[in-house]
């Protein structure tokens, strides 16, 4: 079983065969994965199994550390979520993109918060060696974003940066034995 498909899985909550190769048909031979409309997707009993995956990586982790992390990032997170309503939102009203100033300003905040978030990768990346795949997946969306492709800042069905911030989020929600109701009533959900 491979452990970091499943969790990339319970993570989307479908992906294209392709994104998981070989492992896809052994782990539909499992009965872990099914096939949907949109893709592969857990059964009841994959997520069962990705969720015990998160808890024997949690439980191979020094707590202290991944506290660390956590904190890191939530230290983060407030200036991010502010910089992504500005970008959907400008006075008053939906930001239609049309001010590329405006949306350039965002870009380079967020530019600054890539860069902050680096030491945090580093720290997760070295706790959990799969969480490595963040930090190549951030700078591929603002590179994009960059390029002036706009819809790499929140669109949801693709590795965009806000995307790829939850999942991040999420991750280390998980690896402290934190859930999402209590970040969220904590003020610090992604």
Same mark, same amino acid.
């Given at each position: 079983?491979? =452990?970091?498909?499943? #969790? $990339?899985? !319970? ?41 015990? /995956?998160?808890?024997?990586? !949690?439980?191979? #982790? ?31 009203? *939906? ?19 890539? %860069? ?18 963040? %930090? ?14 706009? %819809?790499?800042?929140?669109? *949801? #069905? ?13 991750? $280390? #929600?998980? $690896?402290?034995?934190?859930? %999402? /109701? =209590? ?6 959900? /992604?």
């Amino acid at each position: 079983m491979n =452990a970091s498909v499943l #969790i $990339l899985l !319970r993570l989307k909550g479908f992906v294209k065969p392709e994104a998981i190769g070989a492992d896809s048909d052994a782990l539909v031979t499992a009965g872990l994965v099914d096939t949907a409309k949109l893709g592969l997707r857990l059964t009841p009993a994959g997520r069962i199994a990705a969720d015990a /995956a998160w808890q024997a990586e !949690r439980a191979s #982790i020094p707590a202290e550390a991944i506290e660390r992390v956590h904190a890191a990032f939530v230290a983060l997170n407030a200036e991010f979520k502010g910089l992504v309503a500005d970008w959907q939102l400008r006075d008053g009203g *939906p930001n239609d993109h049309s001010d590329i100033s405006y949306d350039a300003k965002i870009v380079e905040r967020l530019d600054q918060v890539d %860069r902050a978030l680096d030491p945090v990768l580093a720290d997760a990346s070295g706790l959990v060696t799969r969480l490595a795949r963040y %930090r190549p997946a951030f700078t591929a969306a603002l590179d994009k974003l960059r390029d002036g492709e706009g %819809r790499w800042m929140a669109a *949801p #069905i693709i590795d965009s940066y806000h995307t790829l911030w939850f999942e991040l989020h999420e991750e $280390l #929600i998980r $690896l402290t034995g934190r859930t %999402r /109701a =209590a970040e969220a009533a904590a003020g610090t959900a /992604a």
